[in-house]
């Protein structure tokens, strides 16, 4: 298997990891691996449980732990597992490992193993058309009008069925699909720039909460914001050299172990990176803040009172 040259660790290094390896590093074995050897299912190594429900998928090299709900890459797992911040994380990696000791992911190994049917194939993108995924954006507070602008409907396959779900695509084709009840990846992964050449740049960590922003600012003048979605906190570095043209870097992570550490190690790199969380402090993220307030504090507010832009 292969191994990093030398140099130090960065967060791209670390990602590139190989989870299952690194686990094991740690202590943790599987209680099972399914699917041809692509599927581990651990005791979850960030609490205490009976049964193993924290998964590892071998394919793309990503964790979800089932009673958390949440995971991620091997940077939001270091996150949560070590406690903490991005700057400590890289300094114990550096000083724990060289980057010849760890064994770099080779999605080739598992190709043959987990067959193509197992992977998830887009089979074709339209405008929003059907009305449970309508329906899903109302539950989430997003107007169907909103969402047609920066999204598809998008009908995907995976081992042999087919799904549909609202689609957003990413700078390199690929895209983040939701439903009411799956949130799935198209490869490939990547970040997705709205970018008009401007001075400022709003950050989300996912595209629910970029359309929460598009939502509630529904007079914003178009062109005076670039925008990114990270499609995932952990692609934050990805983003950097784009976020790095923009004079003011306005942040909207989730109130998350790993989005909080990101908010931070971003404000640790100058004044220009503004913190915006404080909107939705008590819920996790902006597109949950948005529902609970059209559930619980629109009917207190008086007419004519709007949300302040903040921006």
């Given at each position: 298997?292969?191994?990093?040259?030398?140099?130090?660790?960065?967060?791209?290094?670390?990602?590139?990891?190989?989870?299952?390896?690194?686990?094991?590093?740690?202590?943790?074995?599987?209680?099972?691996?399914?699917?041809?050897?692509?599927?581990?299912?651990?005791?979850?190594?960030?609490?205490?449980?009976?049964?193993?429900?924290?998964?590892?998928?071998?394919?793309?090299?990503?964790?979800?732990?089932?009673?958390?709900?949440?995971?991620?890459?091997?940077?939001?797992?270091?996150?949560?597992?070590?406690?903490?911040?991005?700057?400590?994380?890289?300094?114990?990696?550096?000083?724990?490992?060289?980057?010849?000791?760890?064994?770099?992911?080779?999605?080739?190994?598992?190709?043959?193993?987990?067959?193509?049917?197992?992977?998830?194939?887009?089979?074709?993108?339209?405008?929003?058309?059907?009305?449970?995924?309508?329906?899903?954006?109302?539950?989430?507070?997003?107007?169907?009008?909103?969402?047609?602008?920066?999204?598809?409907?998008?009908?995907?396959?995976?081992?042999?069925?087919?799904?549909?779900?609202?689609?957003?695509?990413?700078?390199?084709?690929?895209?983040?699909?939701?439903?009411?009840?799956?949130?799935?990846?198209?490869?490939?992964?990547?970040?997705?720039?709205?970018?008009?050449?401007?001075?400022?740049?709003?950050?989300?960590?996912?595209?629910?909460?970029?359309?929460?922003?598009?939502?509630?600012?529904?007079?914003?003048?178009?062109?005076?914001?670039?925008?990114?979605?990270?499609?995932?906190?952990?692609?934050?570095?990805?983003?950097?050299?784009?976020?790095?043209?923009?004079?003011?870097v306005r942040l909207w992570l989730d109130r998350d172990v790993t989005g909080k550490a990101y908010t931070q190690y971003a404000l640790s790199m100058g004044p220009k990176y503004r913190d915006e969380s404080g909107w939705y402090e008590k819920h996790k993220d902006l597109n949950e803040w948005q529902v609970q307030k059209g559930e619980v504090q629109k009917p207190r507010m008086k007419p004519g009172l709007r949300l302040p832009v903040g921006s």
């Open positions: 298997m292969e191994k990093f040259g030398n140099g130090l660790f960065s967060l791209a290094k670390i990602r590139e990891i190989d989870m299952v390896g690194y686990l094991e590093r740690l202590g943790f074995a599987p209680e099972a691996v399914k699917k041809n050897g692509t599927d581990y299912w651990y005791l979850s190594p960030l609490r205490k449980e009976t049964g193993a429900s924290f998964h590892v998928d071998a394919v793309t090299n990503s964790w979800y732990d089932f009673g958390l709900m949440g995971g991620g890459n091997l940077v939001d797992f270091c996150l949560r597992y070590y406690n903490c911040s991005i700057p400590d994380l890289l300094a114990k990696f550096n000083a724990d490992f060289s980057p010849h000791q760890l064994t770099v992911f080779d999605a080739a190994l598992h190709e043959g193993r987990a067959g193509k049917e197992s992977k998830l194939a887009v089979t074709n993108v339209r405008p929003l058309y059907a009305y449970p995924l309508k329906n899903y954006l109302h539950e989430r507070s997003i107007p169907v009008a909103v969402a047609d602008g920066f999204c598809s409907e998008v009908a995907y396959q995976i081992n042999g069925n087919t799904y549909y779900g609202v689609g957003f695509k990413n700078d390199s084709g690929g895209y983040e699909i939701r439903n009411k009840n799956y949130k799935q990846s198209s490869s490939p992964k990547d970040i997705t720039t709205i970018a008009f050449g401007v001075d400022s740049v709003h950050v989300f960590e996912g595209f629910m909460d970029f359309l929460s922003w598009q939502t509630l600012h529904p007079y914003a003048e178009p062109g005076t914001a670039d925008f990114v979605v990270l499609n995932g906190a952990g692609m934050f570095d990805r983003a950097l050299p784009f976020l790095e043209e923009h004079d003011v």
